[in-house]
């Protein structure tokens, strides 16, 4: 074994040693883990890691579920996966000391606060402001397509602070504080009946400079950290660790359930369909790496292009295999699917067919993911821009 091997087998020993994670409180068990630089290996000692290779990070998940350790709770989502890099790449010490560990703990969840209703793809260009006052930042603005800020702590957000800068200098970064005055949350509902996203508006919030991630004005590139991070966790949701898993398996299930005639050129598509998430699971696999050896690169959007397209063939796929029985209720679905003995819900494929229609604009639309490929994997001209030394205030809004 490799000396980082046996160190993360040490640090293994002596958490399972200490603490059964069957029968200990989640907060209690995975705050000795962070403590034993188990929850993030790659990160510095002190913040939740080792510095150690990035790959010791899948054994430790590894053993810890076969011992018993519960899965981490969805909420937890964007702390673990976004916030987590963003703060410890660009976070000042006593920042890292106070916001790392109750993140990993499952203590605050965690949102992002990135798009506005006259600024989604073009990021650079919003609206939100924050105003210096002594010790504080006082800020005012709406933010949208927020995925569970109804029930974060925490929000990653960037606001504007020089309105005179050009767009994307006149940026900041904060950890804003949800629960503080003058935060409101919308809930929206979405075509499925859910309200997973939500509208946030603030007034006047006072939010101490305590909580600024970054230095002033370098929120871009503090919210890139972010983003690449999004990409690539949102592309792995293609790239999940075992042959015909994930959404393809639903496919499969119903194709071999419920059809009754199997026609030649359906059993193509599917098999069609079957090659391309096979394709994405092991080009992110080979992503991911990236992303586990430090910041993610731009390929990071290639996952995240291809996991919208190939889950949206999916589950039209899925619904195709259906035909009438697609187009019922939901829950009706799910007691018939309970009746019959299926494995699956069918009315699980219905509803999906209709969330994947968010993949293709959550977490950077596709058309932006096409940019970024295009310009900074592929090399090739980027779209004319403007002066770069117009201030913000003055640069052409088409």
């Avoid at 660009?90 to 703990?105: C, H, I, V, Y």
């Avoid at 209720?329 to 699917?337: N, Q």
């Avoid at 819900?345 to 058309?367: D, H, Q, V, W, Y």
Wanted: proline share 6%.
């Amino acid at each position: 074994m490799s000396d980082a091997a046996d160190v993360v087998t040490d640090r293994l020993d002596q958490l399972l040693a200490e603490l059964d994670p069957r029968t200990t409180d989640p907060v209690e068990f995975r705050g000795r883990q962070y403590d034993l630089g188990l929850a993030w290996v790659h990160f510095p000692e002190g913040s939740g890691g080792l510095g150690l290779p990035p790959r010791e990070q899948r054994r430790i998940e590894s053993r810890l579920h076969q011992a018993g350790a519960p899965s981490i709770n969805p909420r937890h989502f964007f702390g673990l996966t976004m916030a987590g890099p963003t703060v410890v790449t660009a976070g000042s010490d006593a920042l890292k000391e106070r916001l790392l560990r109750p993140m990993f703990t499952g203590e605050d969840a965690w949102c992002q606060l990135f798009s506005e209703p006259g600024a989604g793809s073009d990021l650079a260009g919003l609206g939100t402001r924050a105003v210096r006052d002594g010790d504080e930042w006082v800020i005012s603005g709406q933010k949208v397509w927020n995925t569970l800020a109804d029930i974060a702590d925490r929000g990653m957000l960037v606001a504007r602070t020089d309105p005179d800068a050009p767009k994307h200098k006149g940026l900041t970064y904060f950890a804003l504080d949800m629960h503080a005055p003058g935060v409101e949350v919308r809930p929206l509902r979405q075509i499925t009946g859910e309200a997973e996203f939500n509208e946030v508006y603030m007034t006047e919030v006072r939010v101490p400079d305590a909580d600024r991630i970054g230095d002033v004005g370098e929120g871009w590139r503090v919210a890139m950290t972010t983003l690449m991070n999004e990409r690539t966790t949102i592309g792995g949701g293609g790239g999940t660790p075992t042959r015909g898993s994930g959404a393809i398996a639903e496919a499969v299930r119903i194709w071999q359930e419920e059809v009754r005639e199997k026609r030649p050129a359906v059993r193509d598509e599917l098999m069609k369909v079957w090659v391309d998430a096979e394709v994405l699971r092991l080009t992110n696999i080979r992503a991911s790496q990236n992303r586990r050896a430090g910041n993610p690169g731009p390929e990071g959007s290639i996952a995240k292009l291809k996991f919208a397209e190939v889950n949206m063939r999916i589950y039209e796929l899925c619904v195709d295999l259906l035909g009438a029985d697609g187009l019922v209720d939901y829950d009706y679905e799910m007691r018939r699917a309970e009746q019959l003995g299926l494995t699956g819900p069918p009315g699980s494929s219905r509803k999906m067919f209709l969330r994947a229609r968010a993949n293709s604009i959550e977490g950077g639309t596709s058309e932006i993911q096409r940019n970024i490929i295009g310009e900074r994997v592929l090399g090739l001209p980027g779209e004319p821009r403007v002066d770069k030394d117009l201030p913000w205030s003055k640069v052409p809004r088409n």
